[in-house]
């Protein structure tokens, strides 16, 4: 499997979870031409197995190198950017949660879930396309984890996979603003995440973000269900640095906002489709 089989499979598999995206890029191709994806996002446990030290490979492999690193003390995450060998591969952003910054039953409820995962004899490359691979929430489970940290309850429920894809907003010819596009796809009826501001960066800082509510889906939690949300679409602007290089890092006030894009609070934008 090379990058560009990885990328397809994950992208087939987020819109199979979130089929809001897929005609979120068709509004935005059908008004602005062809899109390009700036980057995709993962998240995971820091627990044995889970780990980022053990599923980065997956994009060392494909010839990623590991960059910057950011700390989300409040949601009690870290991450790291990767940057691909090639312009026409997406960045990568890749979280994980303290788990033991969470509450004694909190961390149980995690290793009890990852105690009944399916042994993984796969590469990490597969594992991040397998989703979850330990057994549904119980709604208590959920609902405590949920109180703690919306990340560990999205996680529990949607497992290794594709958080969200990102529209590249410098890439779209003729040049449009963010703040344009934005306001085309609320227009067209798609909730945006107003967490932290519409648009969160500014051009000093080199990037500009901004991001859907991710889409509630009907999910079996193992002795209830109920409507849990999914994926979200992101939409960044990236500016140019002093020696003209398109920058390539992340804002980490930005992304602990877009984080929030799973959050059931974080719309106000008009009623989900
Ligand atoms: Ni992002």
């Known amino acids: 499997m090379d990058a560009a089989d990885f990328f397809e499979q994950l992208w087939a598999q987020y819109v199979a979870m979130a089929p809001q995206v897929r005609e979120i890029r068709n509004h935005v191709q059908k008004t602005y031409g062809s ?9 995971t446990f820091d627990q044995p197995g889970y780990t980022i030290a053990e599923l980065e490979p997956a994009f060392l492999a494909f010839g990623y190198q590991r960059a910057e690193r950011y700390d989300f003390l409040d949601k009690h995450l870290e991450a790291y950017a990767y940057e691909p060998p090639e312009d026409d591969l997406p960045l990568v952003f890749f979280s994980q949660l303290r788990t033991g910054a969470l509450s004694g039953p909190a961390q149980r409820a995690i290793r009890q879930l990852l105690s009944s995962a399916s042994a993984a004899h796969s590469t990490p490359a597969e594992r991040l396309l397998q989703g979850r691979t330990w057994p549904m929430p119980s709604a208590t489970q959920y609902e405590l984890l949920e109180a703690e940290s919306a990340y560990a309850a999205w996680l529990s429920v949607w497992g290794l996979c594709a958080n969200h894809f990102t529209i590249a907003i410098h890439k779209l010819e003729p040049n449009v603003s963010l703040q344009q596009v934005v306001e085309s796809v609320q227009q067209a009826g798609y909730p945006m995440n107003v967490s932290g501001g519409l648009i969160k960066g500014s051009p000093e800082q080199l990037l500009e973000q901004a991001s859907t509510v991710a889409e509630l889906r009907p ?28 920058y390539k890092g992340f804002v980490a006030a930005s ?19």
């Open 255 to 273: 992304a602990s906002h877009i984080f929030e894009s799973t959050t059931s609070s974080s719309g106000g934008e008009g009623p989900a489709r």
């Open 35 to 43: 899109t390009v994806n700036d980057h995709v996002a993962f998240r």
């Open 219 to 246: 999910v079996a939690l193992s002795d209830s269900s109920r409507e849990i949300c999914s994926c979200y679409y992101e939409f960044a602007q990236r500016h140019r640095l002093s020696d003209g290089q398109l």
